[in-house]
């Protein structure tokens, strides 16, 4: 199965949003939280190391909060939209039994461990074009699959521009309940 975020699209570029600050940080510290089975093996932490579920001091310090504004953009695709998710069923009935996706789209197969799915109606969203060749959309909005979050791929040729830029601090109250939700430790 190949790597990469769910909405990705190849030959094109995405960035990966989200209408709330905590939505960010869930997104992306997930991918740091330790699995049952981690957990399970190492039993108790060594005091005074970094430990599993620990998030250093140089994840902040790499990454910054922005605040976006898309400039004029176009539409975006609903994917959490049953009626979009019927009409891209039939556009991409073919594709979809090529991939062996024997029942209706909907929101699992998008939310789904097949990322080819929500991968294939991204990249029909990024190739549609009006009559006179344009893009029809900026991208795609999505509720992430770790709550009730509302995410947004951001297509490439959308112009986008930071409004607002503030260092990632530790004390960030999204940032800390993030973090204890997930029982992630910041350093």
């Known amino acids: 199965m190949p790597t990469g975020n769910r909405y990705d699209v190849a030959g ?7 209408t709330r600050l905590e939505a960010c940080y869930a997104e992306t510290l997930a991918r ?21 579920g620990s998030v250093p001091a140089d994840w902040r310090t790499r990454r910054v909060r922005l605040v976006l504004l898309c400039d004029q953009p176009l539409p975006f695709l609903d994917v959490e ?4 998710l019927a009409a891209l069923g039939e556009a991409l009935t073919k594709e979809l039994v090529a991939l062996d996706v024997d029942r209706p789209l909907d929101v699992s197969l998008m939310r789904g461990r097949d990322r080819r799915i929500p991968r294939l109606v991204s990249l ?15 991208g795609l909005r999505y509720e992430s699959k770790l709550g009730q979050y509302e995410c947004w791929a951001i297509f ?24 204890d939700m997930y029982g992630l430790t910041l350093h």
């Open 156 to 179: 490439d040729r959308t112009m986008v521009r930071a409004a607002e830029q503030k260092a990632v601090l530790k004390s960030d109250v999204a940032l800390v309940r993030v973090a």
């Open 32 to 52: 740091l939280r330790p699995s049952p089975g981690v957990i399970a093996k190492l039993g108790d932490y060594e005091s005074g190391r970094m430990n599993v």
């Open 81 to 84: 939209n049953p009626s979009t």
């Open 124 to 138: 029909w969203a990024y190739s549609q074009q009006d009559d006179l060749g344009m893009p029809k959309f900026s």
């Open 12 to 18: 094109g570029g995405v960035l990966y949003c989200a």
